[in-house]
Every structure is written in structure tokens, then in C-alpha cells.
């Protein structure tokens, strides 16, 4: 591979975020590798603290890539000196943002929320609203639903879990685990987890088959602090991390990746021991509360728990473990028969097409996650879902769509569901 180490070091220089980020004259481009050393140099970039905000190691397919205007000029030398393919999707990504945000701040006066009666998916929710939301739940289907404080946030937001039965009072049944919110910025993902919760409680009478023989345990937005944060302002609109403060290099950097920071594998390929980095996999394994809060989770759950699920976005992927090297868990088939299942469900329900197969073969490594961990801890089957991305950044499908994304995401889950039944 012929490249420049010193530019790859220009890059390197201005790629890691501190805080919170003006992103005027930011653009965002996508790159299509054509070949193994093309697509080895991509990634490269990433494990250098590069914001990839979607990025695959398959040949022909696109990535994308926030490049800053002190960027612009060695990412063009780059990609026309190594001749990959790319194109500018995003000529300013601070504008976008910005009108992101004064679309919201308009929704939110027209469509104020109390948190009592069903969320309608007319816009995004904030950290209290998901918790009246579900506490509410529990109050008008007392039978069925079942709320638990499970731990609390760095910044003590509380964290809060529903678990939704049929209601016949049978113990020892199998369970599926849920969660979104890991990452701040995929609003979409908290989205998709409401409205599989909304399936399962409000529409019971059409699903209750699923309930039969499972319960589900749903932790619907994981990363509270830093989801909160994410809708604070434009400046913390990408912010991907927790917010626990570290030192670097005599500066305050906020927060790790989460998926980043579960024991199994921790801090190797994928993740950086750099407090900046947006893939910083914390000062030791479960530094974060919020990862901790999983762990205890799926420790307490794994004797019943068959599947454990986390929502992702964004990229049209259903991925399982191994996520930290390419080699396949012994029952990598069962696992792949039921990504494929939900794959196949949405295909053919919308024509939406999602790739599927282990972490590392289809997308890239990433050690210390919680899928690792949850097929670790011993569900039978751990999938990470990354939905389909759309609006000018990726991470934000507009309002008026949000109906259409997490109708088709529970189309994938209730044939994942299924097939679980089938399966086990």
C-alpha cells in the first residue's frame, strides 16, 4: 500500500474532539474501497480517531467520513493519490445541524408531551419522557408491565428497565433482552426500542404469541448523559460518548465509548486507550456506570435469557460475535439463521436490504462490546441491529419519517422473535 504516514498524521492531528464541536464548513463524504489496501487504509484512518460515522470493510461498499476544513485539502490528496472512489454528501455539516435543531426546537412547541398515553413517532423523545412513558406503562397495565430502577447515570439520571409479560403469572420463562441508547448521537435507535415497546404493551391482542413463552426485558436508552447532551445544543449535536470527565494531556476530555467498554477483549482492535478518542475504551473495563448497570443486567439474566438485541444506527446491519476477531462462535450458524430471518423480513416487507454475518467479517473490529459480552455472559444468540441511516447526517432521519424506520425495524424484530420461538 502506497500512502503517506505523514499524512495519515495531518489527520490525526485534527481528528480527535475534546468537547463539543463547532461543525461549520464540515462536510461529509462518502468513500467506496475497491480493493483490500484501499479498504485496510480506511480503517486505518478510524483507528486514528477519523469520525467514520458509517464504515465497512466490505470492497464496493460506501462509507462515510466528517472531514474537517483543516482536513479537506490532505483527505482530497488521499483519496485521488490512492484513486478510491468518493463523493461529497454533506458540503456543511454545521448547517445541517443547525436546522436540525430549529426544526426540533418548532416541533417541540407544536407537540407538547405530558408522558401519559402512547408517544406518537411525530418526533424524538428526551431521557424523561421515555422514563414517564414507560412508568405510565406500568400503571395502566399493572398485570403486564413491570418497571425497575436498574442504576443510575453518571450525572444520576436514572436508568430504568420495562419488562413486558402476558401476564399469566408463570415464572422460568425464556427472555429476550433490549437496549438502546448506547451511542448519544443515533436518536433513531431509543426511537425503534419505544416503538417495539409500544408493540408489545399497547398492541398486546396482535402480538401476544410473542409473549407467550418469553418475557421481555427492555432497557430503552442506555446512554442517558450523554443522549441528553446530544440534544442540549448544535455544538453537542455528534456527541457519541458518556460524559464522565478524564484527563489528557493536561485537558478535560469527556466520557468513553460504551461499546467499547465491556470486559471481554477490552481495549484491544477497535478501540483506543485515548481519553479524546470517540472510541476510547475507558480507563479500565466497566469504568462506566451505565455499562455497568448492562453487565449486572445480563449476568442477572442469562440463566432464562435466550436472545440479548441492542439497536445501533446507523448502516443496515445485522451483525453478531465475534466482534473482536474473525473467527465464528461455535454456534454461528443459529446465530446467522436468525439475522438472516430478520433480514429476509424486511426485504421482503419494504425492499430495505440489510447485511448480515459476524462483526468483524462484515463490518469491522470492534472489541470490548456488549454483544461480545452478552454472548459471553450466555445468551444463545447476541445481534447487534444498526438501522437504516437517512436525513443530512446519517443519524437523523427527519420526523416525518421516523414512522416509516421503526415500523420497518420491528418487522425485523418480530421475525427475529420468531424464529427464536422456532429455535428454542
Not at 450466555?378 to 437504516?388: A, C, K, R
Amino acid at each position: 500500500m502506497k500512502f503517506s504516514l505523514g499524512l495519515l498524521v495531518l489527520f490525526l492531528g485534527a481528528a480527535l474532539v475534546a468537547a463539543d464541536q463547532d461543525y461549520e464548513g464540515y462536510r461529509i463524504y462518502e468513500v467506496t474501497p475497491s480493493n483490500s489496501d484501499q479498504a485496510q487504509l480506511l480503517h486505518q484512518l478510524s483507528l486514528q480517531g477519523f469520525d467514520f460515522i458509517s464504515e465497512s470493510r466490505l470492497l464496493e461498499h460506501p462509507s462515510r467520513v466528517i472531514v474537517s476544513p483543516d482536513q479537506l485539502e490532505p483527505f482530497q490528496q488521499l483519496v485521488q493519490g490512492q484513486r478510491i472512489n468518493h463523493s461529497l454528501v454533506n458540503s456543511n455539516l454545521g448547517a445541517s445541524i443547525a436546522e436540525e435543531f430549529a426544526q426540533r426546537q418548532m416541533q417541540r412547541l407544536l407537540a407538547p408531551i405530558t408522558g401519559k398515553g402512547r408517544l406518537s413517532t411525530e418526533r424524538y423523545y428526551t431521557h424523561e419522557e421515555i422514563i414517564n412513558y414507560i412508568d405510565d406503562l406500568a400503571v395502566r397495565y399493572p398485570k403486564r408491565v413491570y418497571v425497575k430502577t436498574v442504576g443510575w447515570s453518571y450525572e444520576k439520571r436514572v436508568l430504568k428497565t420495562i419488562t413486558i409479560t402476558n401476564g399469566d403469572g408463570k415464572a422460568g420463562k425464556k427472555l429476550i433482552f433490549m437496549d438502546g441508547g448506547f451511542h448519544a448521537r443515533e436518536w433513531i435507535s431509543p426511537a425503534a426500542v419505544l416503538y417495539v415497546i409500544d408493540q408489545l404493551v399497547e398492541q398486546f391482542e396482535e402480538n401476544a404469541y410473542l409473549l407467550k413463552d418469553y418475557d421481555w426485558v427492555i432497557l430503552p436508552l442506555v446512554n442517558a448523559d450523554g443522549y441528553e447532551h446530544s440534544q442540549s445544543g448544535t455544538l453537542a449535536r455528534m456527541w457519541r460518548k458518556t460524559r464522565q470527565p478524564y484527563q489528557s494531556a493536561g485537558q478535560t476530555c469527556y466520557g468513553a465509548d460504551p461499546n467499547r467498554n465491556f470486559a471481554f477483549h477490552w481495549n484491544e482492535e477497535g478501540a483506543s486507550s485515548n481519553p479524546c478518542a470517540d472510541t476510547y475504551a475507558g480507563p479500565t473495563a466497566f469504568s462506566e456506570p451505565e455499562t455497568i448497570v448492562v453487565r449486572d443486567l445480563m449476568h442477572s439474566l442469562a440463566d432464562k435469557g435466550i436472545m440479548y438485541l441492542t439497536i445501533h444506527s446507523y448502516g443496515n446491519y445485522l451483525l453478531y460475535p465475534w466482534g473482536w476477531t474473525s473467527d465464528l462462535p461455535d454456534n454461528w450458524e443459529d446465530l446467522d439463521a436468525v439475522a438472516r430471518t430478520g433480514a429476509e423480513a424486511i426485504k421482503n416487507a419494504t425492499g430495505t436490504e440489510y447485511t448480515y454475518g459476524s462483526s468483524t467479517n462484515v463490518l469491522y473490529i470492534a472489541a470490548g462490546a456488549s454483544d461480545d459480552y452478552g454472548y459471553y455472559a450466555g445468551f444463545n444468540v447476541s445481534i447487534t441491529m444498526e438501522l437504516t441511516g437517512a436525513g443530512s447526517i446519517g443519524f437523523n432521519p427527519p420526523v416525518t419519517r421516523i414512522d416509516e424506520f421503526v415500523t420497518e425495524t420491528w418487522i425485523g424484530i418480530r421475525a427475529m422473535a420468531e424464529k427464536l420461538i422456532e429455535m428454542y
